[in-house]
């Protein structure tokens, strides 16, 4: 069996040259593919730029507008506490409380000294009907007395009618009267001389219901006074304490708005890259339509060479091949004048306060 | 004796001293001692030796007030200790005496 064996030292067969107006064809395919690749990026680009700056563009005026409502939120308890010091709002705080006990434990207070200044003065009227109670018993004493010389009285006439006899019967009868009158006056007497005894004790008890009315210890007034001054001082500590964390809160909403005004003037980049890509898809047009141009004319070149019979017509027909490109070449230069002027993106001086 | 009672002359005004307790105990005699002078009479209350007040006092400085005339300058209170201080500001007697 024969065995064709490969010169393994032999020179590789090199593929058999491509007549230039084929390879031109081939070149100028190979480059409109990688042409419209690069097309396809940028457009790629541009709608992803679109799309991100649209959205960031969005969340940057939420924000913004979140901030304001954050911020009216923030003035509006500042406003609240403000009226809540001077005690005018609509509902009952811990402030409003501790001046309705401190004005409640006044009139209290109020009340007390009153009563006490009219309880001493009912002390004082009793004290007096007590010294006329003493002037009553005195005159009872009297009118006891009175009684007990007209009894004695009556007592010595009885004894002289007896001995008058028969001319002293009727007088007899007169001095029995006057005993029994005389009896009658010292038991009245002695019942008055009891009412005084009664109403005297009864003056004593009020006196002890005046005294009991007038003294008060003030000790109580004094530590409500403090419990209502600890309250006052407690609200003015939440109050300042509110106010300066509200305060610190509407300087970070304030840092953040300064931030979101920074982002927004930001996305001013969007026209810059927007302007480049613009540029971009005009300097790939001119890429290639150059290197279309260039293939061309190389194939030209080749061809020329190959066909003119004589230099001068070959010298001929390359220097208007070489003017051909020159104009070629020059058609890219334009393109190079447009370069975008701004070339960073200066946001510039953005107000924070 | 708890009040002690001081008259400078006629016109001047009248200095009650009140040592101690300033109660319903010591009621009595400083209401003799006010009355014992003709109405209208101006008073000084000295409470320096006063260690103790309670509201038959302040009920008391009332009626002393409206025997002196009822005005604002008819009693003048001096020398309170802050303690006593304290309880005559809390029955707000300033709006009643001056209070030095």
């Given at each position: 069996m024969d065995t064709v064996l490969l010169d393994p030292t032999a020179p590789p067969t090199p593929p058999a040259p491509l007549a230039p107006l084929e390879l031109r064809e081939r070149i100028q395919g190979?480059?409109?593919?990688?042409?419209?690749?690069?097309?396809?990026?940028?457009?790629?680009?541009?709608?992803?730029?679109?799309?991100?700056?649209?959205?960031?563009?969005?969340?940057?005026?939420?924000?913004?507008?979140?901030?304001?409502?954050?911020?009216?939120?923030?003035?509006?308890?500042?406003?609240?506490?403000?009226?809540?010091?001077?005690?005018?709002?609509?509902?009952?705080?811990?402030?409003?409380?501790?001046?309705?006990?401190?004005?409640?434990?006044?009139?209290?207070?109020?009340h007390l000294v009153l009563t006490s200044a009219n309880s001493m003065d009912i002390h004082q009227r009793i004290e007096e009907m007590a010294r006329q109670m003493d002037d009553v018993d005195r005159r009872v004493a009297g009118v006891k007395k009175v009684a007990d010389q007209t009894r004695m009285l009556a007592l010595n006439a009885a004894i002289e009618a007896a001995r008058a006899g028969e001319a002293g019967v009727g007088f007899a009868v007169v001095a029995q009267e006057v005993k029994r009158l005389a009896g009658e006056s010292a038991e009245i007497s002695e019942g008055i001389r009891e009412s005084v005894g009664g109403a005297r004790a009864q003056?004593?008890?009020?006196?002890?219901?005046?005294?009991?009315?007038?003294s008060t210890d003030m000790s109580f007034a004094l530590d409500a006074k403090a419990q209502v001054d600890e309250m006052f001082a407690e609200v003015e500590r939440q109050n300042l304490y509110l106010t300066e964390r509200i305060g610190e809160a509407e300087a970070?909403?304030?840092?953040?708005?300064?931030?979101?005004?920074?982002?927004?003037?930001?996305?001013?980049?969007?026209?810059?890259?927007?302007?480049?890509?613009?540029?971009?898809?005009?300097?790939?047009?001119?890429?290639a339509e150059y290197a279309a141009a260039v293939v061309d004319l190389h194939a030209r070149a080749h061809l020329v060479t190959a066909r003119e019979a004589t230099p001068e017509r070959r010298a001929r027909a390359l220097?208007?091949?070489?003017?051909?490109?020159?104009?070629?070449?020059?058609?890219?230069?334009?393109?190079?004048?447009?370069?975008?002027?701004?070339?960073?993106?200066?946001?510039?001086?953005?107000?924070?306060? | 004796m708890p009040i002690h009672v001081t008259a400078a002359g006629p016109g001047q005004p009248v200095?009650?001293?009140?040592?101690?307790?300033?109660?319903?105990?010591?009621?009595?005699?400083?209401?003799?001692?006010?009355?014992?002078?003709?109405?209208?009479?101006?008073?000084?209350?000295?409470?320096?030796?006063?260690?103790?007040?309670?509201?038959?006092?302040?009920?008391?400085?009332?009626?002393?007030r409206r025997h002196a005339g009822d005005r604002p300058e008819s009693v003048r209170i001096v020398n309170a200790s802050p303690d006593v201080r304290r309880i005559l500001e809390i029955a707000k007697v300033e709006r009643l005496c001056r209070i030095d």
């Open positions: 190979e480059l409109a593919e990688q042409f419209d690749a690069f097309r396809r990026d940028v457009a790629q680009i541009r709608a992803l730029l679109d799309d991100a700056v649209l959205k960031l563009n969005d969340g940057f005026v939420g924000l913004a507008r979140q901030t304001d409502a954050q911020r009216a939120l923030l003035d509006a308890m500042l406003v609240r506490m403000a009226r809540t010091d001077q005690g005018s709002g609509a509902t009952l705080g811990l402030k409003q409380f501790a001046d309705e006990t401190g004005r409640v434990l006044g009139r209290f207070v109020d003056l004593a008890s009020s006196r002890e219901v005046a005294q009991v009315l007038a970070v909403t304030h840092e953040i708005e300064g931030k979101v005004q920074l982002s927004i003037t930001a996305l001013q980049f969007e026209d810059i890259a927007r302007q480049l890509l613009t540029h971009l898809d005009g300097r790939l047009e001119a890429m220097g208007s091949i070489a003017r051909r490109y020159r104009a070629q070449s020059e058609r890219l230069h334009p393109v190079e004048q447009t370069v975008v002027e701004q070339q960073s993106l200066d946001v510039g001086d953005v107000e924070l306060f | 200095t009650l001293a009140v040592s101690g307790r300033f109660d319903f105990a010591t009621s009595g005699e400083f209401r003799t001692a006010y009355a014992a002078q003709p109405a209208g009479t101006p008073f000084v209350v000295d409470l320096a030796r006063t260690e103790y007040l309670d509201s038959s006092a302040l009920g008391m400085l009332l009626l002393l």
